[in-house]
Every structure is written in C-alpha cells, then in structure tokens.
C-alpha cells in the first residue's frame, strides 16, 4: 500500500497535518498508534484551544478533529508502525501486523507519555489504582481519598477534575510552589476537597490487590510517612515516544526529535510535529499549529520532487 504522505501518530499535530494534507489532495494516511486522539483525548477539559468559549472535551476535540481530516479525504489506520527503511525511495514502513507501508514523505507525531514515578508498587498496581488518567478512571474513585503527584498544569487540572468524584485530593510535590497557571492554583486553593503535602515525594506505593497506602519521604526533613489512599495519579511530565527513531532520526539529549525550525528532521522527506518534538510548550494548539506546517513542508517538498523528475524526464526525452 503505498501513500504520498504516511502521518504516525495522530493526535492534534497529526490530524492537522491530516487535515492539509487532505485538502492539498495528497490522501494522508494517518497510523493511529496506541492512544487514538493522543494525549488530548484523555484531557477531561480543554478551556485554552481557541474557538471554543465554553471550552471541549479532549475526547470530543480530537475526534473533530479526526472528522474533519477524514472528510477531505484522509484514512485512518489501527496499526503500529514498528520499522522504517529511509535508505529507499519510497521509504518502507513495517506494521507490528507484519504489513509493509510505502510512502513518499513521513510526517511523525508520535507525541509523548506520561513520565512513571519509577517507585516499587508502580507498575504492580497500575490499573489497580494508579493511573495516569483521571478522565479515564475519575469515575471509578467516587468517595475515595487519592494523591496525585506534580505541581504543573497537568497535576491541577487533572486533580481538579478528580475532585467531582473523590472525597479527598491530596497534592504531592517535591517542592513547596506550584508550577501551574495562576487560574488553576487559586482553583485548587479555593477547593474544600484538596490538600497539599509540600516538599515531599512518593517513595513506593503499596496494598494487596490494590491501592491501599503510598509512603512519603519529607525531601526536606527525610522524614517517612505513610498516607492511606485508594488511588495514584502521577502527573510528573512526559518522555517523547521516540523508541522507533534512535538511529534514524536526530534526537536530543532528553530523546526529542530534532528540527530545523521548518519542521524538517536530518532525513530529506520526514518531518516531524508536536510533542515529539516541542518540550517547551507543549499546548494541543502549538502541536496543531506545528502539524500545519509539517504538512504544508510535504507538500511543498512532493511539488520539488515532482518538478524534478518531470524537468529529467524532458531532457532524456530531448536526447532520445
Ligand atoms: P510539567 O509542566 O513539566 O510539570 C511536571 C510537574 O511534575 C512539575 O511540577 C515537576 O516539579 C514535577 N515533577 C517532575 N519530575 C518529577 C519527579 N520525578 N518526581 C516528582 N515530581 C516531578 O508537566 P505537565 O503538568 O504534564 O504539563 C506539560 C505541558 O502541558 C505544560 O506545558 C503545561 O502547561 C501543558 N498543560 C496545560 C494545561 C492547561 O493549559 N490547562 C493542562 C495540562 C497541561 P517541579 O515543578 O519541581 O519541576
């Protein structure tokens, strides 16, 4: 199966990218990947992606999102992509159901994954309690007393949206200031149901069969304590989904992928949008923004292509 332009990944960068694609007449194959939507669709609300006064779902603005690409011809695919061969031209791309894709250009917005706590009991209990989505799971804690760990905008919001299910939020963070907007820290001030524990971090996490209590170390007295809780929701940053691109793809040292500032990677036809790339801002709309203008890179680059062989194949037509 071949495609002009193969998008891996789509969420907000993706299915922008989709999306002009589509409407440049380039019939965009976008690779689902593991999480459909991307980080965005498991965002309970999003009050900050311009044109929506009463802010969306997350769920909801991806799948827009996803509509709109598809009505101007984009495909979907429910693969994983699981090697690629960018010393051919078309490049090859290998699907983990053992298809093999071909395409002309590569946009890759993979994004990025909620960074573990790397604690014993972690992954023991994960979906036992720990979780790293509230819109997901919120559900499921009615009545109960949780921590969620971080002080960023992702630790606020996704606890403040907790906070309609649970009794108790307990805020754990390693320092004693919040990283978070203004609006969302006077939000979790303001809320009867939270709690903060300052300067402290989670140092496992434990219970038979499920959550039942978390232990904290005081990072400033080393003082032990133990918390009872039925849930852990650790929002402690993202590590780029880049695994598939080590030794492909110009990465740097935290493991993003490196651009030219066109959205251009080190590889001549794959470029790269989103949170795979952006570690600095990292908003649904600077992600759409940067798959734009992957989009509009490829297209620009397929024309070249195009112009090129045509000018070839005139002058071998002259000399025959
Ligand atoms: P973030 O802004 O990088 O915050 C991560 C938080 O986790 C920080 O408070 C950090 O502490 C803490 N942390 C990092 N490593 C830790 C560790 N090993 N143990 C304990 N704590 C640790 O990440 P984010 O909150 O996921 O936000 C990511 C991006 O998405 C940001 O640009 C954010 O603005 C955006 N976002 C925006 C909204 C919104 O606008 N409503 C909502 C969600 C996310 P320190 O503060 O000490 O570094």
């Known amino acids: 199966m071949h495609s002009k332009v193969i998008i891996i990944g789509s969420g907000p960068a993706g299915l922008t990218a989709a999306l002009y694609a589509a409407r440049a007449n380039l019939e965009p194959l976008v690779v689902r990947g593991l999480q459909p939507g991307g980080l965005i ?7 900050n992606y311009p044109g929506f006064v009463e ?5 909801e603005l991806a799948d827009n999102m996803e509509k709109q690409a598809a009505r101007f011809g984009a495909q979907f695919k429910d693969t994983l992509i699981t090697a690629i061969d960018a010393r051919v031209r078309p490049f090859i791309l290998q699907t983990d159901s053992g298809e093999q894709l071909s395409a002309d250009t590569i946009i890759v917005s993979t994004g ?6 790397g604690v014993p009991g972690e992954d023991e209990l994960a979906n036992r309690g720990v979780s790293y989505c509230a819109t997901c799971d919120g559900f499921f804690f009615r009545g109960k007393k949780v921590v969620v760990v971080g002080g960023g905008n992702s630790a606020l919001d996704e606890g403040l949206f907790l906070t309609r299910y649970v009794d108790e939020l307990i805020i754990v ?10 609006i969302l820290q006077e939000r979790a001030f303001t809320n009867p149901k939270v709690r903060f524990v300052w300067d402290s971090a989670v140092e496992s ?9 978390v232990q904290l170390r005081n990072l400033k007295s080393g003082a032990m304590s133990e918390l009872a809780v039925d849930g852990v929701f650790p929002y402690i940053g993202h590590v780029p989904n880049t695994s598939l691109f080590q030794g492909l793809l110009t990465l740097d040292e935290a493991g993003y992928i490196v651009t030219d500032g066109r959205q251009r990677t080190n590889i001549e036809g794959i470029f790269a949008a989103g949170d795979v790339v952006d570690h600095v801002y990292r908003q649904a709309i600077t992600a759409a923004g940067e798959g734009c203008r992957a989009a509009m890179e490829a297209t620009w680059y397929l024309a070249e292509q195009e112009h090129a062989m045509k000018k070839t194949q005139e002058a071998s037509s002259l000399v025959h």
């Open 41 to 47: 669709a498991t965002t309970s609300e999003v009050e």
């Open 55 to 59: 802010g969306i779902g997350g769920f």
């Open 173 to 182: 963070h390693r320092r004693d200031s919040l990283r978070a907007d203004p």
């Open 112 to 117: 990025a994954s909620p960074r573990k706590l």
């Open 205 to 213: 996490i434990g219970g038979e069969g499920r959550v039942q209590h």
